[in-house]
């Protein structure tokens, strides 16, 4: 039997990525069958933000098992909502790149959003999503949850600046302002100020988990490609391309500054301050299945067929579980990857 001495923290970092974020729900559900480890912190961006806050809500109303349940309805719901959008029967190998490609009714769809802006297309600002997240989750009882720091990032569009809600400004607002893809969706406005995709700010926002948390501990979990080694030549390609680093730039120049503030606080022989100390005893991990993102056809975000939806959960369950068999032991002790080679 688990003891307390056997248990271990962990701050959560959830990237966006559309129905990418099905991966992460697998990821989160194998985390949540372990009784000893504990959750301080989570950041989330886009669908990151949704599987935060869905779980939040859960582990509130009904501990680890109402965490997973939650997760489950909440991807169930979103598969059956949209599963008829564009391509009904579609499963992950459908969408491997240089396969079947994405359908022409989707094709045609976003090619739309190129020429006509979210308030031609959908001048009633429609969002399923609105209506799913007010009937699933009590945002009154996130905000007066004081149990779980949650951090969720969206983009202020006047000024580009990451804006990060906390567990008191919860709100299903806030909550769609992290997930408004402007091409897709009316920019969301909250106390007077427009905000976009946390994405292009921060996906995710790594430094409140370092700074606002007690855990020195920071599992990433990544959705987004960190490369791609093929040079897209086609037009579709370039500009799919083009949106997938728009939304890695922020990541990636956060991660490059921890990791060079890291290897510099090693060589300094000065006393450490208040700063240096923190950054110095962070540990970061990072769950990804990079094979696959690398070969699934960006446009596949925008799709969420049920077979997809539970062939992405399948597959993050799976790296959790591989994850977890080679670095439980790194929890509280070390990082399990080498920072400046991921990313300076």
Not at 33 to 43: F, H, Q, R, V, Y
Not at 180 to 206: F, K, M, R, V
Request: proline share 5%; glycine share 6%; with cysteine.
């Amino acid at each position: 039997m688990a003891t307390k001495s056997d248990s271990k923290s962990l701050n959560l970092a959830l990237q966006g990525g559309g129905s990418h974020g099905a991966y992460t729900w697998g990821v989160l559900d194998r985390l949540l069958a372990e009784p000893t480890l504990k959750i301080d912190g989570i950041s989330g961006t886009s669908s990151g933000a949704m599987n935060a806050v869905v779980m939040a809500d859960g582990l509130l109303r009904g501990g680890r098992d109402g965490a997973r349940q939650a997760l489950r309805e909440f991807w169930e719901q979103v598969a059956s909502m949209f599963s008829d959008l564009f391509q009904p029967t579609a499963q992950l190998s459908d969408w491997l790149m240089f396969e079947t490609g994405a359908p022409l009714s989707l094709q045609s769809y976003l090619a739309l959003t190129q020429a006509f802006s979210p308030y031609q297309l959908n001048p009633m600002d429609h969002n399923p999503l609105r209506q799913l997240l007010e009937e699933m989750i009590d945002f009154g009882r996130l905000r007066r949850n004081r149990s779980l720091k949650l951090f969720i990032g969206a983009t202020q569009v006047r000024t580009g600046k990451l804006k990060l809600f906390r567990e008191k400004e919860l709100s299903v607002d806030a909550l769609l302002a992290s997930a408004c893809l402007p091409s897709l969706h009316h920019a969301i406005t909250i106390d007077g100020e427009a905000y976009w995709d946390g994405g292009y700010a921060g996906n995710p926002p790594i430094f409140p988990l370092i700074f606002d948390c007690k855990t020195s501990d920071v599992m990433i979990v990544i959705v987004q490609p960190l490369a791609r080694p093929e040079l897209p030549t086609t037009a579709e390609a370039i500009r799919m391309r083009a949106a997938e680093l728009s939304f890695n730039t922020a990541f990636l120049r956060e991660m490059r500054a921890i990791a060079f503030s890291k290897d510099q606080i090693k060589q300094d022989l000065l006393p450490l301050g208040r700063l240096e100390r923190q950054l110095s005893r962070l540990n970061v991990h990072l769950v990804q299945n990079e094979a696959m993102m690398q070969q699934l056809d960006p446009s596949s975000a925008y799709q969420s067929p049920p077979a997809f939806i539970e062939e992405l959960y399948q597959e993050g369950y799976a790296s959790c579980e591989a994850w977890l068999d080679n670095n439980r032991q790194h929890i509280g002790t070390q990082s399990s990857v080498n920072l400046s080679e991921l990313f300076c």
